[in-house]
């Protein structure tokens, strides 16, 4: 399995993201809610 994984690195890159993609997604994050009712979950954004 090491041999599988040590051909596999070349076709990995890091990639960065924007600072504007990093802040909407812990935006959105902090205004989703999840409630759960008799076994169903609900998601609502609070924005």
Not at 4 to 30: G, H, M, Q, W
């Amino acid at each position: 399995m090491e041999k599988i994984y040590a051909n596999k690195k070349d076709r990995c890159k890091l990639v960065k993201a924007k600072p504007e993609t990093i802040e909407f997604l812990l935006n959105y994050s902090k205004s989703l809610k999840v409630t759960e009712a008799k076994g169903i979950k609900f998601e609502s954004n609070l924005n």
